[in-house]
């Protein structure tokens, strides 16, 4: 049985001089701690102004995520293959526990649940035999290309580079996600490479 609610009542005012000082505004505390626009707790009377009756309200809010954020590069010209991961030779940053990188391996894994943000460049060329010619390459959940992510550019001669670039934002219910970056076109060499990978919610 929930208890009785708090009623405070001031007994060192008669009651002719509450009615002639008027009604009291009705009381509400508010945590200084908590950011203006944002739920915190608070007290309201829901009474009269002879027998207030003090409501409290004390939203649930939930954790913030524990920032996270890696960057994985591979400076050196690398010769891809169409459908097979990029390795990274390097972790070049990384904060936090939820994003994780071998120096070496192609995969950036993500192991807690959140929302992420990851956005790729490299740096694509071809053969003098193959031009003129299209490079492309895209990002990969779980070895499945992830939608938007695939970017291709036409290089025109053998001395010609094109820049590769894209972002995107994917949910990671739980378990571990792998973000990997393929190569979409043949023989093509990517260099400058870096993938980069920030928890955000």
């Known amino acids: 049985m929930p208890p009785a609610p708090l009623v405070l009542r001031d007994l060192s005012v008669p009651p002719d001089r509450r009615v002639l000082q008027g009604p009291p505004a009705r009381p509400v505390l508010r945590d200084p701690s908590v950011p203006w626009g944002l739920p915190g707790p608070s007290v309201v009377n829901t009474g009269t102004d002879g027998a207030a009756v003090l409501t409290f309200t004390l939203p649930a809010a ?5 920032p996270s954020a890696l960057t994985a590069v591979n400076a050196a010209a690398t010769c891809g293959t169409i ?23 192609p995969d950036i894994l993500l192991t807690a649940p959140g929302t992420y943000e990851i956005s790729y460049n490299t ?11 299209t490079v492309s390459a895209y990002l990969a959940n ?3 290309a992830i ?9 025109g001669t053998a ?29 093509t060499t990517f260099a400058d490479t870096a993938v980069t990978v920030r928890r955000i919610g």
Request: avoid cysteine; proline fraction near 9%; charged fraction near 0%.
């Open 83 to 105: 459908g097979t991961a990029l390795a990274l030779a390097a972790t070049q940053a990384s904060a936090g526990t939820a994003i994780t990188h071998t120096p070496g391996s």
């Open 142 to 144: 779980n070895g499945a």
């Open 62 to 66: 939930a954790a913030p995520a524990a």
């Open 159 to 187: 001395t010609a580079a094109a820049a590769l670039t894209a972002a995107t934002i994917v949910t990671v219910p739980g378990g571990t996600s792998s973000i990997t970056l393929v190569p979409n076109s043949a023989d």
């Open 147 to 155: 939608p938007g992510t695939t970017v291709s550019s036409t290089v």
């Open 123 to 133: 740096t694509a060329s071809i053969p003098t035999g193959t031009v003129p010619g």
